[in-house]
């Protein structure tokens, strides 16, 4: 009976065991199918909900969807391509070049391909490698439209050609009215123009369509220091830093509104912060010596003065002020000096302005940008100088002056 048992219980199970395994086997092909479709169709929903999320400018949407369909599907060549276009939108240049490469494997259309890497290209203000590609990038915007507008519009303040600026930008507003970006340009451009209560009018419409917009809460706190409204401009100033402590523009913003406001040892302790940070910030050093002259303090004022002035000896304005600190101290010879300078300036200087308010209506005038540049070199700022002498090339680019001064000032031609 013992022997016999095993052995029958033997010819029992096995073809139980054999079905159980192929049933086993049958439900495990069926799960795996099931799995494979529902991953396909999960792929298929990402993708779907990411382009869409795309077109309506939704990037953080967009980007927890590809995140699925990247790992759906994560060699299809679409979802590289839309995280690819996300990268763009966002300024990840890196993760763009690979995405794009990793499409392009895959066998991505080419033309769609080449037009990320054009408006690549117009968003890094790279316009000269992008002017054979304006209007199609136009004709096809879609959503894109803003990144396009914006592109063509810091091209055409570069050559200032105000026109063209302000005709994009009125479409860029009617295209995408809920977008701070038109306004925030438009009080920029105001602002070149010394337009100030318009580049106020500007910067508060950037706001209201997005609180947190940190260039117009920027702009607006200068304009608002041009037109003396230092109390509104200080809540911008304190919003910035609210967001980044270590911000030394802002710091210097803060302490003029309280310098002018009669709050000097609220100032001076902004200040102290931002040469803390930045020892050689020009316009602190220069706040900082005008405070502490107003405060009776002229051996304070000339040692921050002193300091400034030797970065731009080319600045009248910077050489007038530590001329009346030395004056205060008694070194009239040394402050003389420097009010001559500032005396001898002044003609330039006017001229300079003069020629400033009519570049706009002469846009491609090379001579008219050629003086703009010599003066603003020789009177007012040897950086920004360069950057005049830069621009005439966007007209004329074989210019020799230009090419010369860029070469031997500038770096080897590359703007400070």
């Given at each position: 009976?013992?022997?016999?048992?095993?052995?029958s219980?033997?010819?029992?199970?096995?073809?139980?065991?054999?079905?159980?395994?192929?049933?086993?086997?049958l439900?495990?092909?069926?799960?795996?199918?099931?799995?494979?479709?529902l991953?396909?169709?999960?792929?298929?929903?990402?993708v779907?909900?990411?382009?869409?999320?795309?077109?309506?400018?939704?990037?953080?949407?967009?980007?927890?969807?590809?995140?699925?369909?990247?790992?759906?599907?994560?060699?299809?060549?679409?979802v590289?391509?839309?995280?690819a276009?996300?990268?763009?939108?966002?300024?990840?240049?890196?993760?763009?070049?690979?995405?794009?490469?990793?499409?392009?494997?895959?066998r991505?259309?080419?033309?769609?391909?080449?037009?990320?890497?054009?408006?690549?290209?117009?968003q890094?203000?790279?316009?000269?490698?992008?002017?054979?590609?304006w209007?199609?990038?136009?004709?096809?915007?879609?959503a894109?439209?803003?990144?396009?507008?914006?592109?063509?519009v810091?091209?055409?303040?570069?050559?200032?050609?105000?026109a063209?600026?302000?005709?994009?930008?009125?479409?860029?507003?009617?295209?995408?009215?809920?977008?701070?970006?038109?306004y925030?340009?438009?009080?920029?451009?105001?602002?070149?123009?010394?337009?100030?209560s318009?580049?106020?009018?500007?910067?508060?419409?950037?706001?209201?369509?997005?609180?947190?917009?940190?260039t117009?809460?920027r702009?607006?706190?200068?304009?608002?220091?041009?037109?003396?409204?230092?109390?509104?401009?200080?809540e911008?100033?304190?919003?910035?830093?609210?967001?980044?402590?270590?911000?030394?523009?802002?710091?210097?913003?803060?302490?003029?509104?309280?310098?002018?406001?009669?709050?000097?040892?609220?100032?001076?302790?902004?200040?102290?912060?931002?040469?803390?940070?930045?020892?050689?910030?020009?316009?602190?050093?220069?706040l900082?010596?005008?405070l502490?002259?107003?405060?009776?303090?002229?051996s304070r004022?000339?040692?921050?003065?002193?300091?400034?002035?030797?970065?731009?000896?080319?600045?009248?304005?910077?050489?007038?002020?530590?001329?009346?600190a030395?004056?205060?101290?008694?070194?009239?010879?040394?402050?003389?000096?420097?009010?001559?300078?500032?005396?001898?300036?002044q003609?330039?200087?006017?001229?300079?302005?003069?020629?400033?308010?009519?570049?706009?209506?002469?846009?491609?005038?090379?001579?008219?940008?050629a003086?703009?540049?010599?003066?603003?070199?020789?009177?007012?700022?040897?950086?920004?100088?360069c950057?005049?002498?830069?621009?005439?090339?966007?007209?004329?680019?074989?210019?020799?002056?230009?090419l010369?001064?860029?070469?031997?000032?500038?770096?080897?031609?590359e703007?400070?």
């Amino acid at each position: 009976m013992t022997d016999t048992l095993p052995n029958s219980a033997s010819a029992l199970t096995c073809p139980v065991l054999r079905k159980l395994w192929r049933r086993r086997a049958l439900i495990g092909a069926v799960v795996a199918s099931v799995v494979s479709v529902l991953a396909l169709l999960a792929g298929e929903v990402a993708v779907s909900r990411a382009r869409w999320l795309l077109d309506q400018r939704s990037h953080a949407q967009a980007r927890s969807w590809l995140e699925v369909a990247d790992w759906c599907s994560p060699r299809r060549g679409e979802v590289h391509f839309l995280r690819a276009r996300l990268a763009r939108r966002e300024e990840r240049y890196d993760d763009l070049r690979q995405h794009l490469s990793q499409a392009q494997i895959t066998r991505w259309p080419v033309h769609e391909l080449e037009r990320e890497q054009w408006l690549a290209l117009a968003q890094t203000g790279q316009f000269d490698a992008l002017q054979p590609h304006w209007q199609d990038l136009f004709l096809h915007a879609g959503a894109d439209g803003p990144e396009i507008c914006r592109a063509y519009v810091l091209a055409s303040m570069k050559r200032c050609r105000l026109a063209d600026a302000r005709r994009v930008l009125a479409g860029w507003k009617a295209d995408f009215p809920e977008d701070a970006g038109p306004y925030e340009l438009e009080g920029w451009l105001h602002a070149v123009l010394l337009e100030w209560s318009d580049a106020v009018a500007a910067y508060q419409q950037a706001l209201q369509r997005d609180p947190d917009h940190q260039t117009a809460h920027r702009g607006l706190a200068e304009a608002q220091m041009k037109q003396l409204q230092f109390a509104a401009a200080e809540e911008h100033w304190s919003w910035l830093l609210q967001h980044n402590p270590g911000d030394a523009a802002a710091h210097v913003g803060l302490a003029e509104c309280e310098f002018r406001q009669g709050q000097v040892a609220a100032a001076r302790a902004e200040l102290s912060t931002a040469l803390s940070m930045a020892p050689n910030h020009y316009e602190a050093l220069m706040l900082a010596g005008q405070l502490e002259l107003a405060d009776d303090q002229p051996s304070r004022a000339v040692v921050h003065l002193q300091t400034a002035v030797g970065q731009r000896p080319e600045d009248a304005e910077a050489r007038y002020v530590l001329g009346r600190a030395l004056r205060a101290i008694g070194e009239t010879a040394a402050a003389q000096e420097h009010l001559d300078y500032r005396q001898q300036a002044q003609p330039h200087l006017q001229r300079l302005n003069a020629l400033m308010k009519l570049l706009p209506t002469q846009p491609a005038d090379v001579p008219l940008r050629a003086e703009i540049a010599q003066l603003t070199t020789q009177w007012k700022s040897r950086a920004e100088g360069c950057r005049w002498w830069q621009s005439i090339l966007d007209v004329d680019p074989r210019h020799q002056a230009a090419l010369q001064h860029l070469a031997e000032h500038c770096s080897g031609g590359e703007l400070p």
